[in-house]
């Protein structure tokens, strides 16, 4: 059984910084992409930063240049430094990643519980 479980999110002022971290448990052989997404209620989820298994990033232009993503392949687990908040990130943030089971013939998406982050102005 794999989980993800994520941490950080919370309350912070405008132009403040908040760090997401995300963990990845159980049986894993190998993870390939891991990203964050972000979600308002009645909305789409949408992409906010991902990070290959080699480390190639992409970000939406919304966040680029203000967050950064980062992960460390030794614990399983994928960062989010977010610099300059706005109140428009205000929003539940979700982790995502492609693992490979052992015993596994195909990676599966897995999908963190969600942390909130809300950003006052």
């Known amino acids: 059984q794999v989980q993800l479980a994520e941490s950080g999110g919370g309350l912070v002022q405008a132009g403040g910084s908040l760090r997401l971290s995300c963990r990845a448990s159980?049986?894993?052989?190998?993870?390939?992409?891991m990203g964050w997404y972000r979600q308002t209620p009645g909305k789409q989820r949408v992409l906010v930063a991902t990070?290959?298994?080699?480390?190639?990033?992409n970000y939406a232009d919304a966040v680029r240049g203000r967050f950064t993503i980062s992960r460390d392949n030794v614990l399983n687990t994928v960062y989010l430094q977010m610099n300059s908040l706005k109140p428009d990130d205000t929003t539940v943030y979700y982790c995502?990643?492609?693992?490979?089971?052992?015993?596994?013939?195909?990676?599966?998406?897995?999908w963190g519980q969600g942390t909130q982050v809300t950003v006052s102005s």
């Open positions: 990070i290959t298994g080699s480390g190639s990033t």
């Open positions: 995502s990643a492609e693992i490979l089971g052992y015993g596994s013939e195909r990676s599966i998406a897995y």
């Open positions: 159980g049986y894993i052989f190998r993870i390939n992409a």
